[in-house]
């Protein structure tokens, strides 16, 4: 089987921090980039960060600029959002995708458009006093 399991979600105070986890099996992370995407009620969907497949290149949200920080260990098979000075506005399931294009959207800024072939199923944050 081929999956992204994202973990690390939960119910944080405004100014928390949490740090997310997306472990991938069946298949190998590196071949990959990967993106953080988030969706709250009635909103859509939007991209957070992405990194490219070695973690030579990365973007963010507007939103999420300083605050958020994406990285990877391969060895691992595993991707990360740390994430700080959480705001009420944050509350929203996550989701982790990969893309094959490895680098190419990412070094272009257009990750959060590109073609992803697998998603987790999502971790929620919520940013609650």
């Known amino acids: 089987q081929l999956q992204l399991v994202e973990s690390g979600g939960g119910l944080v105070q405004p100014g928390g921090s949490l740090r997310l986890s997306c472990a991938a099996s069946g298949f190998t992370l590196e071949n990959y980039a990967i993106g953080w995407f988030r969706q709250a009620p009635g909103k859509e969907r939007e991209g957070v960060s992405c990194?490219?497949?070695?973690?030579?290149?990365?973007n963010y949200a507007d939103s999420v600029k300083g605050r958020f920080t994406i990285s990877r260990d391969n060895a691992k098979n595993t991707v990360y959002l740390q994430m700080e000075d959480l705001k009420p506005e944050d509350t929203a399931v996550y989701y982790c995708a990969a893309d094959p294009s490895r680098w190419r959207t990412v070094l272009a800024g257009t990750c959060f458009k590109s073609q992803h072939d697998y998603w987790g199923q999502g971790t929620q944050v919520t940013v609650s006093s």
């Open positions: 990194i490219s497949s070695t973690g030579g290149s990365t």
